[in-house]
Nanobody, 126 residues
Framework: QLQLVESGGGVVQPGGSLRLSCVAS????????IGWFRQAPGKEREAVLC????????TYADSVTGRFTISRDNAKNTVYLQMNSLKYEDTAIYSC???????????????????WGQGTQVTVSS
């Protein structure tokens, strides 16, 4: 059974940083692309970044370009989301997801997801 567990969320001031972790169990991370999604209050869930099984990355949310990076450590079965220069509008529930394929896709739709994590809350507040 594929399982993903996120951690690292919390409350941070504007301009601060957080690193989220997504630990996989029940499968080998190097077999799947992993995406990070987020859902802000009152908004639809959106794709943020994706890491292919070999480490290539794709950015979907223009607002995070230059501030967020995705990386993975296949030996630890873990994918990370490093978030810097956080803004109020980054407040959301962040979820990682294993895609159905090894590679990221140009447009990441939710029905491309094979398994979801439970999500972790990130709140940017002064």
């Amino acid at each position: 059974q594929l399982q993903l567990v996120e951690s690292g969320g919390g409350v941070v001031q504007p301009g601060g940083s957080l690193r989220l972790s997504c630990v996989a169990s029940g499968f080998s991370l190097d077999s799947y692309a992993i995406g990070w999604f987020r859902q802000a209050p009152g908004k639809e869930r959106e794709a943020v970044l994706c890491s292919s099984n070999s480490g290539g990355t794709t950015t979907y949310a223009d607002s995070v370009t230059g501030r967020f990076t995705i990386s993975r450590d296949n030996a630890k079965n873990t994918v990370y989301l490093q978030m810097n220069s956080l803004k109020y509008e980054d407040t959301a529930i962040y979820s990682c997801a294993a895609l159905k394929w090894r590679l990221c896709v140009p447009t990441l739709r939710q029905n491309y997801v094979r398994s979801w994590g439970q999500g972790t809350q990130v709140t940017v507040s002064s």
